[in-house]
Nanobody, 121 residues
Framework: QVQLVESGGGVVQAGGSLRLSCAVS????????MGWFRQAPGKEREFVGF???????YYADSVKGRFTISRDSAKNTVYLQMNSLKPEDTAVYYC???????????????WGQGTQVTVSS
């Protein structure tokens, strides 16, 4: 069984930064691609980016150049560094694990509970 726990959300002013963490328990962390998604009130879940098992990263156009995903296999943790935050980045952020990375939420087998990020203007 794989469990994912996000942390690091909060309230930040526009232009600020936050770093989200996703701690993964269970075996085979290094084999998983890890994705980040977000969901704003009244909107569908949206792809943010993912990091492959080999460390390659892919991002949605809306966050490219501002967000960075990294992973630490020694800590079984994946990170989402968010810079230059905008009010439209306000959402619940979720991490997810899959054997193959994808922009599709349906490709992911395991999900965290989410962490709220609020960007004030």
């Amino acid at each position: 069984q794989v469990q994912l726990v996000e942390s690091g959300g909060g309230v930040v002013q526009a232009g600020g930064s936050l770093r989200l963490s996703c701690a993964v328990s269970g075996r085979s962390f290094s084999m998983y691609a890890m994705g980040w998604f977000r969901q704003a009130p009244g909107k569908e879940r949206e792809f943010v980016g993912f990091i492959s098992s080999s460390g390659n990263t892919y991002y949605a156009d809306s966050v490219k150049g501002r967000f960075t995903i990294s992973r630490d296999s020694a800590k079984n943790t994946v990170y989402l560094q968010m810079n230059s935050l905008k009010p439209e980045d306000t959402a619940v952020y979720y991490c997810a694990a899959a054997y193959g990375g994808s922009w599709r939420a349906s490709a992911y087998d395991y999900w965290g509970q989410g962490t709220q990020v609020t960007v004030s203007s």
